[in-house]
């Protein structure tokens, strides 16, 4: 580790249980502890974002940044680079999260040629390679930015240039194999502006089927080096572009079952994204589970009234509840993880407010799991959904299922039978119980 200490006065975060007052330890995350026969850590296998947490420095469209980091302090672009990673592995390291994420262009700035920004890449790599060593800290998921520049303004794998796409595969085959370097567990692929602004100027038809050659050139290149990571996409509806393809997590799977995918993908489920898909965050993890393509998670959480994606840390109990729930009921994480895409506010500036959003983040999880736990013992909620459909067991529900019978049977069965019965489906019974968990 380096001789300079970018976050200075900060000792490795304890836990110190819930009685607590320390804003700088651990109320009820306690990595060892063992919930449903797994310790915490290994439930959630926590990551930090490179990009909002070492990168972001409080920008809006208002104003620049407002935070001064000392890791930012030259004039070199790459001593910057370098500085800024001893800074993250000190973090990582102080904070105790296990993983950590990047796209290609927040750990080494872009050069002049592709050439030359590679050998930029590789010279961090060497250097993040040996922290990882050192700090035993690993990588959940690399991925790669092709939205920043202005060369990607209409999309990389989706835009009209094919030139363009071959420059977005360039990028992607080089953050692959560095992901592969070092070790990591997945690969992201976010489609940062792969949708549209207006149908007057877009084939959509042709962009999603490139989209989708991308995919497979990515699969196939993936066989090639023998990177056993899992691949992921991210579904997000709009932002940057009015209409993003990957919209939510049903059109993704739509897909990927169009275009033969499904054996190579999973889905980064973001809370923020679900929501600004006008579903929930719990919807978007449940279609996942129960169409097994849930892989991984983008954690954080948006605002009630602002409209867009403002990555605020998640504190929210009752989505951290009903994440764990569905989450531990899908049998847990196994490539995946719990990444904290979030960033702090503007105003918060200190280095020590980064310490502050990550501990309540994972705290909040970490209730959310006991609460989770607890609902997955006593089965309130599983055993009235079995009761609920506990008709679709008997002869009827049994027929139907089996593709035994049609409507004329059907027909029959009402005319013989009469009015069907109902019950009530408790929903407001069922939310007090939610809360008596929480
Ligand atoms: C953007 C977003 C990305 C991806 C990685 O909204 O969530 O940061 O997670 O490209
Ligand atoms: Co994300």
């Known amino acids: 580790m380096a001789n300079k200490e970018y976050f200075p006065g900060i000792s490795k975060i304890q836990f110190e249980g819930s009685g607590s007052k320390n804003p700088l330890a651990f109320k009820h995350y306690n990595p060892d502890e063992m919930i449903l026969g797994k310790k915490m850590k290994d439930h ?7 990009w909002h947490t070492f990168k972001g420095l409080g920008s809006d469209p208002f104003g620049p940044g407002t935070m001064i980091r000392a890791y930012n302090d030259s004039s070199d672009p790459m001593k910057v680079a370098e500085m800024t990673l001893d800074a993250a592995f000190e973090f990582f390291t102080k904070l105790g999260a296990g993983f950590w994420c990047f796209h290609d262009r927040d750990i080494a700035p872009e050069a002049d040629n592709l050439a030359e ?4 890449l590789d010279h961090i790599v060497a250097k993040a390679k040996a922290l990882q060593e050192e ?6 998921w690399g991925t790669s930015n092709l939205f920043s520049h202005r060369r990607f303004m209409a999309g990389a794998s989706t835009n009209p240039s094919p030139e363009v796409f071959a420059y977005a595969a360039s990028q992607v085959k080089k953050a692959m194999e560095i992901t592969k370097e070092l ?3 997945g690969y992201v692929f976010w489609g940062g502006r792969e949708g549209y602004e207006t149908l007057l100027n877009t084939d959509l038809k042709r962009e999603f089927d490139h989209l989708a050659k991308f995919l497979h050139m990515a699969v196939d290149y993936k066989k090639k080096i023998g990177f056993d990571g899992q691949f992921y996409i991210e579904p997000k509806p709009k932002e940057p572009t009015k209409h993003q393809y990957d919209f939510d997590a049903a059109s993704c799977h739509a897909f990927l079952q169009k275009y033969g995918l499904m054996d190579h993908l999973k889905l980064n489920i973001e809370a923020n994204h679900g929501t600004l898909a006008t579903h929930t965050f719990h919807h978007e993890l449940e279609y996942s589970a129960a169409n097994g393509i849930l892989g991984s998670v983008d954690a954080n959480r948006g ?13 929210d109990l009752y989505d951290t509840t009903l994440a764990m729930y569905t989450i531990t009921k899908a049998g847990g994480f196994t490539t995946g993880g719990l990444n904290f895409d979030a960033k702090v506010r503007r105003q918060s500036i200190d280095p020590e407010d980064l310490f502050h959003a990550h501990i309540g983040g994972m705290d909040a999880f970490a209730r959310g799991l006991k609460a989770a736990a607890k609902m997955l013992e006593d089965k309130p909620f599983e055993n009235f959904v079995k009761q609920r459909y506990a008709k679709w067991d008997g002869e009827l529900g049994k027929k139907i299922e089996n593709g035994q019978i049609g409507f004329e049977e059907l027909e029959q069965y009402i005319l013989q039978h009469g009015e069907p019965e109902i019950q009530s489906g408790r929903q407001e019974l069922l939310e007090n119980l939610l809360n008596e968990y929480i």
Do not use: E
């Open 44 to 50: 959630f296998r926590f990551s930090v974002c490179y």
């Open 117 to 120: 920004t590679n050998k930029r």
């Open 135 to 140: 700090t035993g800290v690993k990588l959940l």
């Open 183 to 185: 070790g990591g567990a």
């Open 303 to 315: 605002d009630l009234l602002l409209g867009w994606d403002t990555d605020q840390f998640p504190v």
